[in-house]
C-alpha cells in the first residue's frame, strides 16, 4: 500500500503505534498534573556570568543569542525560495513558522538577559514555545498527514501565558509549560522511529535532538560548572550557541533531504 502522507487519516494505517503516542501523552501530562504547583525560582535569573562588557550588562550571554537570528534568515529564507522542496505546500509552514520564532527568540533571549527577571523571561518562552510547537506540527504534518499546527502554537502559547498571569497573581505555575517542553522530547523520537517517512535524512532529526539536548546540560547543570573552570564563559553562553546549532540542524535536513516514494504494508497492531 503506498502511504499517502497528504490523507489526514493516514494514521489509521499504523493504530496501535498512535495509540502507543496518545498513551505517553496522556501519561506524561498526568504526571505533570500531580506535581504540586511550579512558581518560577527566583534563583533561575542568577547565571554564572553577570558581566558587564563594553556597557551591556551580562555581553556575552545577550550577543550569543544572534546566531539565532542568522539560522532564521537563512531558514525563512530557504523556505520561500525552494518551495520545491517540500512535497505538499502546506508543509512549509510549520518550519516557516519555526524558523520565523528562532529569530524572534533571538530578540526575546537578548531583552530577557539584559536583565534577567520574569517580567522579561516571559518574551523569551513566546517564541520558544511556538518554535517547539511548530516542529512537532511539521513532523505530524510529514509521518501522519495531521494539519494540528495552528491548535499546538495556540497550545503553546498558553502554556506561557498560563505561567505569566499566575506568577503575577502569586500562584506561579509553570506545569503545563514543563509539559510542552517535555512532552515533544519523547513525541518526536517516537513519531521518527515508529511512522514511515516521505523524506529522506531522518538522522538529522536525532542529530538536531542532539544538539538540544546538549544545550539544557549547558544550562544546567553546566552554567557555573564552566564558568568556574576559567572565568571565560559560561554553560548558559554555550547553551545558546548549541540551541542555535540545533536549529541550524533543521535547515540542513530541510536544506539536503528529498522526497521518497516508500512502499508500506499496514500493520494491524
Request: some cysteine; hydrophobic content about 45%.
Given at each position: 500500500?503506498?502511504?499517502?502522507?497528504?490523507?489526514?487519516?493516514a494514521?489509521?494505517?499504523?493504530?496501535?503505534?498512535a495509540?502507543?503516542?496518545?498513551?505517553?501523552?496522556?501519561?506524561?501530562?498526568?504526571?505533570v498534573?500531580?506535581?504540586?504547583?511550579?512558581p518560577?525560582?527566583?534563583?533561575?535569573?542568577?547565571?554564572?556570568?553577570?558581566?558587564?562588557?563594553?556597557?551591556?550588562p551580562?555581553?556575552l550571554?545577550?550577543?550569543?543569542?544572534?546566531?539565532?537570528?542568522?539560522?532564521?534568515?537563512?531558514?525563512?529564507?530557504?523556505?520561500?525560495?525552494?518551495?520545491?522542496?517540500f512535497?505538499?505546500?502546506?508543509?512549509r509552514?510549520?518550519?516557516v513558522?519555526?524558523?520565523?520564532?528562532?529569530?524572534?527568540?533571538?530578540?526575546?533571549?537578548?531583552?530577557?538577559?539584559?536583565?534577567?527577571?520574569?517580567?522579561?523571561?516571559?518574551?523569551?518562552?513566546?517564541?520558544m514555545?511556538?518554535?517547539?510547537m511548530?516542529l512537532?506540527?511539521?513532523?505530524?504534518?510529514?509521518?501522519?498527514?495531521?494539519?494540528w499546527?495552528?491548535?499546538?502554537?495556540?497550545?503553546?502559547?498558553?502554556?506561557?501565558?498560563?505561567?505569566?498571569v499566575t506568577?503575577?497573581?502569586?500562584?506561579?505555575?509553570?506545569?503545563?509549560?514543563?509539559?510542552?517542553?517535555?512532552?515533544?522530547m519523547?513525541?518526536?523520537?517516537m513519531?521518527l522511529?515508529?511512522?514511515?517517512?516521505?523524506?529522506?535524512?531522518t538522522?538529522?532529526?536525532?542529530?538536531?535532538l542532539?544538539w538540544?539536548?546538549?544545550?539544557?546540560v549547558?544550562?544546567?547543570?553546566?552554567?557555573?560548572?564552566?564558568?568556574?573552570?576559567?572565568?571565560?564563559?559560561?554553560?548558559?553562553?554555550?547553551?545558546?550557541l548549541?540551541?542555535?546549532?540545533?536549529a541550524?540542524?533543521?535547515l540542513?535536513?530541510v536544506?539536503?533531504?528529498?522526497?521518497?516514494?516508500?512502499?508500506s504494508?499496514?500493520?494491524v497492531?
Open positions: 500500500m503506498t502511504f499517502d502522507n497528504s490523507d489526514p487519516s494514521w489509521r494505517m499504523y493504530p496501535g503505534r495509540l502507543t503516542l496518545v498513551v505517553v501523552g496522556l501519561a506524561s501530562l498526568t504526571v498534573a500531580r506535581l504540586p504547583p511550579q518560577q525560582s527566583l534563583a533561575y535569573h542568577r547565571f554564572a556570568d553577570a558581566r558587564t562588557l563594553w556597557g551591556v551580562n555581553l550571554n545577550v550577543v550569543s543569542n544572534l546566531p539565532f537570528l542568522f539560522v532564521a534568515a537563512w531558514g525563512v529564507g530557504f523556505c520561500f525560495k525552494r518551495r520545491n522542496a512535497v505538499e505546500p502546506s508543509e509552514w510549520p518550519f513558522l519555526f524558523f520565523l520564532a528562532v529569530g524572534l527568540t533571538a530578540f526575546g533571549s537578548s531583552y530577557y538577559h539584559l536583565r534577567p527577571d520574569n517580567e522579561r523571561l516571559v518574551w523569551d518562552r513566546l517564541p514555545s511556538i518554535a517547539f511548530a512537532v506540527a511539521a513532523v505530524l504534518r510529514e509521518r501522519l498527514g495531521l494539519r499546527l495552528l491548535p499546538l502554537v495556540f497550545l503553546g502559547l498558553s502554556t506561557v501565558v498560563y505561567w505569566h506568577e503575577q497573581q502569586g500562584r506561579g505555575d509553570l506545569r503545563p509549560y514543563y509539559f510542552v517542553q517535555f512532552y515533544p519523547l513525541a518526536l523520537p513519531l522511529l515508529m511512522f514511515p517517512p516521505c523524506y529522506t535524512r538522522a538529522d532529526w536525532f542529530v538536531a542532539g538540544y539536548v546538549l544545550a539544557k549547558l544550562e544546567h547543570p553546566g552554567d557555573h560548572f564552566l564558568y568556574d573552570l576559567g572565568h571565560w564563559v559560561s554553560g548558559h553562553t554555550l547553551k545558546h548549541a540551541a542555535a546549532a540545533s541550524y540542524w533543521i540542513r535536513m536544506s539536503h533531504r528529498v522526497a521518497v516514494s516508500r512502499i504494508t499496514m500493520r497492531n
